[in-house]
């Protein structure tokens, strides 16, 4: 099994990125995949969510209206689309994969995914 996320980088604030997330090693389109960030000092947080039946979508409050989160199961890959970026979104950021009847009580408790990526940094400068 194999979740490997791509696409950080430095970015001024107002800026843009695409994140990425490929999967290997497992049924990929049976489960739902999150992104987590951990900021530096910070616990790391939950920012979005994909199920894997109905392609339903959930969003942290701090980055609502700001970032889509997408997948290719053809693919094997999720995508992260962040915009209007800040500071505060500067983080290394994690896709993770949990089966969906587990995710669905919580799709921000780190504790109900199975598998990791090994993260992808992302800075934002002010």
């Known amino acids: 099994v194999q979740l490997q996320a791509f696409g950080g980088g430095l970015v001024q604030a107002g800026g843009s990125l695409r994140l990425s997330c490929a999967a290997s090693?497992?049924?990929?389109?049976?489960?739902?995949i999150g992104w987590f960030r951990r900021a530096p000092g910070k616990e790391r947080e939950g920012v979005s969510c994909?199920?894997?039946?109905?392609?339903?979508?959930d969003y942290s409050n701090s980055v609502k209206g700001r970032f889509t989160i997408s997948r290719d199961n053809a693919k094997n890959t999720v995508y992260l689309q962040m915009n209007s970026l800040e500071p505060e979104d500067t983080a290394v950021y994690y896709c993770?994969?949990?089966?969906?009847?587990?995710?669905?009580?919580?799709?921000?408790?780190?504790?109900?995914?199975?598998?990791w990526g090994q993260g992808t940094l992302v800075t934002v400068s002010s």
């Open positions: 993770a994969a949990g089966m969906p009847y587990w995710v669905v009580a919580d799709p921000f408790d780190p504790k109900l995914y199975s598998y």
């Open positions: 090693g497992f049924t990929f389109d049976e489960y739902a």
């Open positions: 994909i199920r894997s039946s109905d392609g339903s979508t």
